[in-house]
């Protein structure tokens, strides 16, 4: 089982939409979480870090459940442009290397 | 804003070959991470330097090593290269000294190996 879990998707919306993600975590001593954007064979984008209980920033939103040990990340107002891979990633105060999820494939249609 | 550079951007190589892959971090960052992302997979950590130290060790094979220099700038050298270790490969930089715990990590466009 991978210690971060994400639902590969694709999701497929239409322009306009509202979408949410969740990914799962299994190591409790994680501490800091982000979301990456991935488009096809390029580098990772930093969207948002989520330390405390949740981050927005426009059309984003991200929220973070310790207890339950999840992240969710919600998309208003789909973009053609959103189209892309979001990668959830997880990382501890011990080792601040980046465990990623296999990430989650969104379509926006016109 | 300066990103983080890394070179070649593409390399072919042969088998049992040797290559060398260099990372430049965003100014004044002190930290540097390798990762390595085949086909179809999420980028895994190999390995990561804070202040020309190692600071961290993933799935990196014995035949991968790397080292971050003075000015900050990491190299990763691998040899014996084998068909699996076709990918590519990225080098993400951040600054532990300013923000503290955690640090944000910021990627580079990554140099992507094809092994024939």
């Known amino acids: 089982r991978k210690e971060v879990e994400q639902d590969p998707g694709p999701f497929n919306v239409p322009e306009g939409a509202t979408v949410a993600f969740n990914c799962t975590y299994s190591n409790s001593a994680s501490q800091s979480f982000f979301w990456y954007r991935q488009d096809c064979r390029k580098e990772p984008k930093l969207l948002m870090s989520?330390?405390?209980s949740g981050n927005e920033d426009g059309r984003f939103t991200a929220q973070l459940n310790r207890a339950s040990q999840y992240i969710s990340l919600l998309i208003r107002d789909s973009k053609l442009s959103d189209s892309a891979t979001y990668l959830c990633?997880?990382?501890?105060?011990?080792?601040?290397?980046?465990?990623f999820g296999s990430g989650t494939r969104l379509l926006v249609r016109p | 804003a300066a990103g983080v550079i890394q070179s070649p951007r593409h390399l072919i190589k042969e088998k049992r070959e040797t290559a060398t892959l260099k990372c430049y971090p965003i100014?004044?960052?002190?930290?540097v991470y390798w990762y390595q992302q085949g086909p179809g997979q999420d980028p895994q950590f190999l390995i990561s330097f804070y202040e020309k130290m190692q600071s961290d060790k993933g799935s990196i094979p014995d035949r991968f090593s790397a080292q971050q220099f003075s000015d900050y700038h990491s190299e990763l050298n691998m040899s014996s290269l084998e068909l699996g270790d076709s990918a590519l490969y990225f080098c993400?930089?951040?600054?532990?000294?300013?923000?503290?715990?955690?640090?944000?990590?910021?990627f580079g466009p990554g140099t992507r190996l094809l092994v024939l």
């Open positions: 989520v330390y405390s």
């Open positions: 990633a997880a990382s501890m105060d011990s080792s601040y290397k980046l465990i």
């Open positions: 993400a930089s951040s600054s532990l000294r300013l923000a503290g715990v955690g640090g944000t990590q910021y």
């Open positions: 100014p004044r960052h002190d930290t």
